[in-house]
């Protein structure tokens, strides 16, 4: 596949949402009875342009991208802590700061890196399953079917691994952050529609996963 502006500005839009959510995910937010991380504003969208990428080009690009953004998030983890343990200036007052922020601890990252991979895979082979099964028709029914798939697995595999064990674990938190990122994925539909439409139409493309290796690792494909 040529690779076009279109492309590289919805990959580059995919990785930002990405890395973003999991800075701002260390802010807690209440809307009464929720209880939700400040990602949950930046998160769904990367499942929307996940749906996206998958919906226009195929599972086999949108492979290529879930590992292209688990390993961006990986370089900004590893930066992160570098400058972390980097020595302070003398008159610099924000280390502690700086740590409550950006200090990931093993198991959040291990929660996070393992929700990720397993909910965008997920979410990339329901929705081409159901491209097949649609004969591409009913857009909607499968980015919101796929997405109630991803962020269900997402969701369970983050909140159980970072939190099970722990005071701060509580089972219902698992139906808030799943229902919330559904909640968003319904919204943002006319957004995707938009989005896939002009894709379609722009780069000539509408793929479908016939005859695809829907094995997470086969990058090379």
Same mark, same amino acid.
Request: hydrophobic letters at 55%; proline letters at 5%.
């Given at each position: 596949?040529?690779?076009?502006?279109?492309?590289?500005?919805?990959?580059?839009?995919?990785?930002?949402?990405?890395?973003?959510?999991?800075?701002?995910?260390?802010?807690?937010?209440?809307?009464?009875?929720?209880?939700?991380?400040?990602?949950?504003?930046?998160?769904?969208?990367?499942?929307?342009?996940?749906?996206?990428?998958?919906?226009?080009?195929?599972? @086999? =690009?949108?492979?290529?991208? +879930?590992?292209?953004?688990?390993?961006?998030? $990986? &370089? /900004?983890?590893?930066? !992160?802590?570098? %400058?972390?343990?980097?020595?302070?200036?003398?008159?610099?007052?924000?280390?502690?700061?700086?740590?409550?922020?950006?200090?990931?601890?093993?198991?959040?990252?291990?929660?996070?890196?393992?929700?990720?991979?397993?909910?965008?895979?997920?979410?990339?082979?329901?929705?081409?399953?159901?491209?097949?099964?649609?004969?591409?028709?009913?857009?909607?029914? @499968? =980015?919101?079917?796929?997405? +109630?798939?991803?962020?269900?697995?997402?969701? $369970? &595999? /983050?909140?159980?691994? !970072?939190?099970? %064990?722990?005071?701060?674990?509580?089972?219902?938190?698992?139906?808030?952050?799943?229902?919330?990122?559904?909640?968003?994925?319904?919204?943002?539909?006319?957004?995707?529609?938009?989005?896939?439409?002009?894709?379609?139409?722009?780069?000539?493309?509408?793929?479908?996963?016939?005859?695809?290796?829907?094995?997470?690792?086969?990058?090379?494909?």
């Amino acid at each position: 596949m040529n690779v076009s502006n279109r492309f590289v500005i919805v990959v580059a839009i995919f990785v930002t949402c990405l890395i973003t959510a999991n800075i701002i995910a260390v802010k807690v937010i209440s809307f009464g009875q929720f209880i939700l991380p400040a990602a949950i504003v930046v998160f769904p969208l990367s499942y929307i342009f996940g749906d996206v990428l998958t919906e226009v080009y195929g599972f @086999r =690009t949108a492979r290529k991208v +879930i590992w292209l953004g688990f390993f961006c998030n $990986l &370089i /900004f983890v590893v930066f !992160a802590w570098v %400058g972390q343990i980097l020595p302070p200036a003398p008159f610099w007052q924000g280390q502690a700061a700086y740590e409550s922020i950006l200090g990931y601890t093993p198991r959040l990252l291990m929660a996070s890196f393992l929700g990720y991979l397993v909910g965008e895979f997920a979410n990339s082979f329901v929705l081409s399953k159901m491209k097949i099964l649609t004969r591409g028709r009913w857009l909607w029914s @499968r =980015t919101i079917g796929s997405t +109630i798939v991803g962020q269900a697995l997402d969701t $369970l &595999i /983050f909140i159980t691994v !970072a939190f099970i %064990g722990t005071p701060a674990f509580l089972p219902v938190m698992v139906l808030y952050h799943w229902v919330a990122k559904v909640g968003i994925e319904v919204l943002a539909t006319p957004f995707t529609y938009g989005v896939v439409g002009y894709l379609k139409k722009k780069e000539s493309i509408d793929a479908y996963d016939y005859q695809t290796d829907f094995n997470p690792f086969a990058v090379t494909e």
